[in-house]
């Protein structure tokens, strides 16, 4: 028996040993590593792993130049895997969760010969290294022209409004601006492809959590309980899609595709284009942008409908398409939505106020937003961002930096708690 | 156990074993490792669309923890890290007092220590200040983390188990509140204060391994030579005999638990204040349960505690690489491959303290299990005797 042992433990280790030196000596030289915040499972992560791959093969790279390593979380285990990615020679490194960015930054101050790349990050801009980059893109638009599809399907169930009035649900991860400029987006759009006479309101419940998939699904049940009849989310798990396949709701959905028949449309951000142009660096070409929003033009931007649509639904989304591309609609046209203020301290200490950065007028239209563009610990506004072009006046999202900062809290849309 | 001649046998007893020898034990569980790691291997070959060949999983294992020298040093790391936490919980389990409360003890202590931080920052007191305030603070934040279910458990018998758990999802809903605090525009991250922590040595892997060395020096004789060691192994064998020996049995079960929650606030010290920097309700990376497999393996010796910890941190970071380098983008199989090598690892455990007799090998005149399973027509009041040593000798 003790032999039987012995010669087994020799064998496995010799055969171990001849792997390792058969697997030296034939790899190319490493490109490009991407960091997730959890796997495949997660919509969000997918969309960012099946792009890089998309983007890495249209590129030519070899598998052994590029890889992914997902389930990173937000501490220094990004530190590390960014750091282990630039001592194995990788020039281009990305990661794709909010709270990578710290870690990143770290990572880029140490290896300066490295590009480090990161989505949904607020910081590039005011750190000003030359190798470390934010990106995002303009995808409150996208999120529009969702809404207006799911507006338009809501004027065929109009047995289901209550006095004129549809009640949607929307599942968010977190209470803070790239959430909320997401579903105000959505929501706007909604509104907008309603028929004469109708209204809608929206409840959003957080789930403090980018990826629980019965949390969600709780959560989903909730709102539609509360009587929503159309339901989106912005959280990555099949949870909430679910939860309206199985009551018969109509959902909209962020990141890709659920596959379900209640799915009236999504909208995504594509993210070979940038991918594209993060390894043309890698491989001798121009830099990308310090701070890069990718848009509809340059189909960063993607939405498509699904099975659960009203009739005529493609052409009426590609003209207010084209009407967003052209600049004659604006998402956040502040003519489209009221705001109420309230000073901080009004309801006891801990009441960090409504909306405090806001202008606005009589009727509740907003005039001016000190947006909170630059991060700081406190969160103070520092930029003015309405613009007005051609007498209309609009909240400019994405256009001082990438990442989101519409944080205000519209009328109409009631919060059910607040997670950050 | 009827004592009749005639009872038909089982197929097989179990019978504990006493005699193997530790040059047989090692080779028995590294056997058991090795198949274990074969069969995953194998496993993953077969899941992976990257790569066919099996044995080039042994090549990423090793690669992911010796391939470069930062994860060299990462693999003495959190091994040293795991080893602290497995060093926490060996004296409270020796005492069978079953301490499942090492991640909340080690999360508190991160909150705590992330607080001073914060404070330190804000305040602009120096770091020195900082520090000295950090290592009482974290120690005692342990501490009381543990010293609840103890005091508790010595005056009201509750069940350590369950008031150990539940404290531990106290501890990570109390982060989860201040994160909210903390960062109210955030999404559930904080940002790491790098001003403010322990001074890095060499590297910043190099304290945790240091202080985590000496603490098994110090837990390697307070264990197995001091007085309260032994004390606390005997309330662990019987409160009854320790009660007769004159000893404190509350005392003593308060005790450990302030030693067991003092080093899992050091754990959480070093945690925040020397690699993190920052916290999170997972700071703790789920540690303090994989140390109850870690100290379990070991038989509760802290010398057996080191290869144990070191061990699943090998497996750990080595299938961190394997799922980057076969293109395994989902947990899924990197877990159910940890469970075939932990399965292989417990089950062989099993078979090195106990062994099967079958009912075709029973030889008398060896086996002396059967034997005293014959013996008790004559003498009924020796069976039961012998029957109540065996229920004791395979509890042990």
Not at chain 1, 328 to 336: A, E, I, K
Not at chain 2, 201 to 207: A, E, G, M, V
Request: contains cysteine.
């Amino acid at each position: 028996m003790k032999k039987v042992i012995a010669l087994l433990l020799t064998l496995a280790m010799s055969v171990a040993c001849v792997a390792t030196l058969a697997a030296c000596g034939e790899k190319a030289e490493p490109v490009a590593a991407l960091i997730t915040l959890h796997g495949s499972s997660s919509t969000y992560d997918k969309n960012f792993i099946d792009a890089f791959n998309t983007a890495c093969q249209n590129k030519g790279l070899k598998k052994s130049q590029y890889t992914v390593k997902s389930d990173i979380d937000e501490d220094d285990s990004c530190y590390t895997a960014a750091a282990d990615f630039a001592d194995k020679g990788y020039k281009a490194i990305f990661a794709d969760s909010f709270g990578h960015e710290d870690y990143m930054i770290k990572a880029a101050k140490e290896f300066t010969n490295v590009q480090f790349y990161h989505a949904t990050g607020t910081k590039a801009h005011t750190e000003k290294l030359a190798n470390f980059h934010n990106a995002f893109a303009s995808i409150y638009e996208g999120r529009y022209l969702a809404g207006y599809a799911a507006g338009l399907l809501l004027n065929t169930m109009k047995n289901k409004a209550k006095n004129n009035n549809f009640q949607v649900g929307y599942i968010g991860a977190y209470t803070y601006a790239e959430v909320i400029s997401g579903y105000t987006a959505w929501f706007l759009g909604l509104e907008a492809a309603l028929d004469e006479g109708y209204t809608a309101t929206m409840q959003v419940q957080f789930t403090g959590k980018w990826y629980d998939e019965t949390l969600e699904k709780e959560v989903a049940n909730t709102l539609i309980g509360n009587g929503a009849v159309l339901i989106s989310q912005h959280a990555d798990s099949m949870g909430a899609p679910t939860a309206c396949q199985n009551a018969t709701v109509p959902n909209v959905a962020y990141n890709g595709s659920t596959g379900l028949n209640t799915l009236v449309a999504y909208s995504k951000i594509n993210w070979v284009p940038y991918f594209e142009m993060m390894l043309d660096q890698a491989m001798g070409g121009a830099a990308v942008a310090t701070d890069y929003t990718g848009t509809m033009e340059n189909s960063s931007v993607q939405w498509a409908l699904g099975p659960n649509v009203a009739e005529g639904t493609l052409e009426k989304v590609q003209a207010v398409e084209k009407e967003l591309k052209a600049g004659t609609r604006q998402v956040f046209d502040c003519s489209t939505f009221t705001v109420t203020k309230r000073a901080a301290g009004t309801n006891g200490e801990n009441d960090f106020g409504l909306n405090v950065n806001a202008t606005i007028d009589e009727t509740g239209h907003l005039l001016q937003y000190h947006a909170d563009v630059d991060t700081d610990v406190a969160f103070t506004g520092d930029t003015d961002v309405v613009k007005t072009v051609n007498g209309m006046r609009y909240f400019a999202e994405s256009d001082k930096r990438s990442a989101p900062y519409f944080d205000i809290q519209i009328d109409r849309i009631t919060l059910l708690n607040a997670i950050f | 156990m009827t004592g009749n001649k005639t009872v038909h046998e089982p197929l097989f007893h179990v019978v504990k074993r006493e005699d193997m020898s530790v040059k047989k034990k090692l080779l028995i569980y590294a056997a058991a490792f090795v198949g274990g790691l074969l069969l995953v291997s194998i496993f993953c070959a077969l899941c992976s669309e990257d790569t066919d060949n099996p044995f080039e999983m042994f090549t990423s294992m090793f690669d992911g923890v010796f391939g470069t020298q930062r994860r060299f040093w990462v693999f003495l790391r959190d091994g040293a890290l795991l080893l602290g936490v497995s060093l926490a919980l060996l004296p409270a389990f020796r005492m069978k007092f079953w301490n499942l409360g090492a991640n909340g003890q080690i999360v508190i202590s991160c909150l705590v220590g992330y607080a001073l931080m914060k404070w330190g920052k804000e305040s602009g007191v120096s770091n020195a200040v900082v520090v000295i305030l950090m290592i009482i603070c974290c120690v005692g934040a342990g501490i009381i983390w543990a010293a609840i279910p103890a005091v508790f458990k010595a005056f009201f018998k509750t069940n350590e188990t369950l008031f150990t758990l539940m404290l531990n999802y106290i501890a990570e809903g109390l982060v989860t509140v201040m994160i909210t605090i903390w960062a109210p525009k955030g999404s559930g991250s904080l940002s790491p204060i790098t001003e403010y922590g322990l001074p890095s040595i060499i590297n910043d892997q190099f304290l945790p391994i240091l202080v985590v060395t000496l603490l098994t020096v110090v837990m390697f004789f307070y264990l197995n030579k001091s007085k309260h060691g032994y004390e606390l192994a005997v309330v662990g064998e019987s409160e009854n005999t320790a009660k007769y020996a004159g000893m404190n049995v509350k005392f003593i079960t308060i005790r450990t638990l302030i030693l067991s929650g003092a080093i899992c606030g050091l754990i959480g010290l070093l945690l925040v204040g020397g690699i993190n920097h920052s916290v999170n309700p997972t700071s703790h990376a789920g540690m303090g349960f994989t140390a109850i497999m870690t100290s379990w393996l070991a038989n509760f010796n802290p010398l057996v505690t080191i290869v144990t910890s070191f061990l699943i941190i090998f497996i750990s970071l080595g299938m961190g690489q394997v799922r980057q380098d076969f293109g395994f983008y989902n947990d899924a199989i990197a877990n159910v491959a940890l469970g075939i090598v932990y399965f292989f690892i417990i089950a062989c455990h099993f078979f090195i303290n106990y062994r099967l007799v079958f009912r075709s090998s029973k030889r008398p005149d060896e086996d002396s299990f059967i034997m005293n399973r014959k013996a008790p027509e004559k003498k009924p009041e020796t069976e039961i005797k012998e029957t109540t040593e065996e229920k004791q000798g395979g509890n042990a």
